[in-house]
């Protein structure tokens, strides 16, 4: 990125671009380089937390080495070894297995699918009243196409007991301490047998994932917020229960609502461990603060998604939400997917404007003008804004 | 005869096929200097003993809280994660942490 006040030239109108260090959340935090990694934004160094810059939300697939980085556990898995490394498949099946990648990669057909991975808690940071818990800006959130094998034909593969209730997955990242609680998580068996699309990936758009995205392989949970994803998988194990360790319960749960909300400050009654994103859209171009010529176009640009029913519509304001009116759509890379948006919008007057953006999915899902609130820090979706001043 | 098996040697050394790399390592940076915790009565203790086990950046990032709010994420390192924290040193950090990074105004 070039410094504050450098030219750009996208969309002829827009004169400069503010810096992130303007976002009150993302200030003080340094930019860092981590292997295989682009400079990120840095939430934690140990374990690694880092995040995405806006300006890779300008389109629709994240470059793996901007995709962001989150471990729970200390220490994470640093080296992996293709030689020993194996994906163990056991508990209520009739035949456990032990398959290497290459037994991954060629001995279950291999599928493809577009999917948005996003942390539980971005933007966690701009929850009013504030919640303590990591303190994401907005960019725990990636794009990328992941081809693995389906976790459904492994189970198939291994044989699925009677009376098998949850698949629990577990990866190389493993608690210096016994004293704490392995990474681990739960999904329904059925959740998995139903849906093509959850996967066990080992390529991300195109390559290796990078280790600190969860090398050699990962779980892929479609519509579903990351923390199901698990990342350097390595144990898969059928049980006849409902998994309630550390991560499902108490941890990544929402009020047991409607909405996944309570009133602001207050404690949910009856929590359920969080499944589906929410709709959520935003603008990479132009970033707050920048400013723009009064009478030249300029180009809006952003992405949209949501929780797997896919965005039919954007609509973005430059009057703070007072008219509204219909962006243009990019390619549709499927339901799952960030979807880009652009809108060439002209600023008649040298004064501020307020620009928004809201979007629609297939079954009339949208944003609210107001956030919803949980004491966890989730689900958030409330209508982004950026500031701009023509000049 | 040590000639040939020198030059069989050399021979197999040059012939065979180059070791697939079949592992993948990354160093990790040590801990940023933005997680050192702010100056304040029992400081040095909680820098000590909170990046035993994760860097401070995470209470640095935080927005801050009362006594209460970080007494429950004090108790929450012991119970749920088994800081081995004595008693008056989880009294100590929780006063710290409320003084120095008290409630978000």
């Known amino acids: 990125m070039g410094q504050a006040g450098s030219l750009l030239l996208a969309g002829g109108g827009l004169l400069s671009s503010a810096q992130a260090a303007d976002d009150p959340i993302l200030a003080g935090r340094p930019l860092v380089r981590y292997p295989e990694k682009t400079d990120l934004i840095l939430l934690t160094s140990r374990p690694p937390q880092l995040e995405t810059p806006m300006k890779y939300f300008d389109r629709a697939i994240t470059p793996n080495d901007a995709f962001f980085v989150r471990y729970h556990v200390f220490p994470v898995p640093t080296s992996v070894d293709l030689g020993t490394w194996r994906l163990k498949v056991h508990g209520r099946v009739d035949r456990p297995l032990e398959l290497s990648l290459d037994e991954l990669k060629t001995k279950f057909p291999a599928t493809k699918v577009i999917a948005v991975n996003q942390c539980s808690g971005n933007s966690r940071g701009r929850f009013s009243p504030r919640v303590l818990g990591g303190q994401w800006g907005d960019g725990a959130m990636g794009n990328a196409e992941w081809v693995g094998a389906r976790m459904r034909d492994i189970l198939t593969q291994a044989g699925v007991r009677q009376g098998a209730l949850q698949v629990t997955f577990d990866g190389l990242d493993k608690p210096a301490f016994p004293t704490v609680p392995d990474f681990v998580k739960s999904l329904d068996v059925s959740r998995i047998m139903d849906d093509p699309d959850v996967i066990v990936a080992y390529q991300m758009n195109g390559q290796p994932l990078p280790v600190l995205n969860g090398y050699p392989a990962r779980l892929i949970v479609p519509g579903w917020y990351a923390t199901y994803w698990v990342k350097n998988l390595s144990e898969i194990e059928v049980i006849d229960h409902v998994f309630e360790k550390f991560w499902m319960k108490p941890g990544y749960r929402i009020p047991d609502t409607p909405c996944g909300c309570v009133e602001p400050g207050t404690a949910p009654a009856r929590t359920v461990p969080i499944t589906r994103m929410t709709v959520r859209s935003f603008i990479a171009v132009p970033a707050p603060g920048a400013r723009v010529a009064v009478g030249q176009p300029v180009t809006l640009k952003g992405i949209a998604f949501d929780g797997g029913y896919g965005i039919s519509e954007v609509q973005i304001s430059a009057d703070g939400g007072a008219t509204w009116r219909r962006a243009q759509l990019g390619a549709d890379l499927g339901r799952y997917s960030f979807r880009e948006w652009s809108a060439v919008w002209t600023p008649p007057a040298p004064t501020s404007y307020r620009l928004m953006v809201r979007a629609f999915n297939g079954i009339g899902e949208s944003q609210g003008t107001l956030p919803l609130w949980n004491p966890a820090g989730y689900l958030r979706n409330v209508v982004e804004q950026v500031d701009v001043q023509a000049v | ?105």
Do not use: N
């Open chain 2, 1 to 105: 005869m040590r000639a040939v098996v020198i030059a069989c040697w050399l021979t197999c050394l040059i012939l065979a096929p180059p070791a697939i790399a079949q592992e993948k390592t990354i160093t990790l940076p040590a801990d940023h200097a933005y997680a050192k915790l702010r100056p304040g009565p029992h400081s040095d203790l909680a820098q000590t003993q909170c990046q035993f086990c994760h860097s401070t950046d995470y209470i640095v990032m935080q927005p801050g809280g009362d006594a209460k709010q970080w007494g429950a994420v004090v108790t929450k390192m012991i119970k749920v994660f088994g800081a081995p924290l004595s008693e008056a040193d989880a009294k100590a950090i929780t006063e710290y942490l409320a003084t120095t990074y008290g409630p978000p105004k």
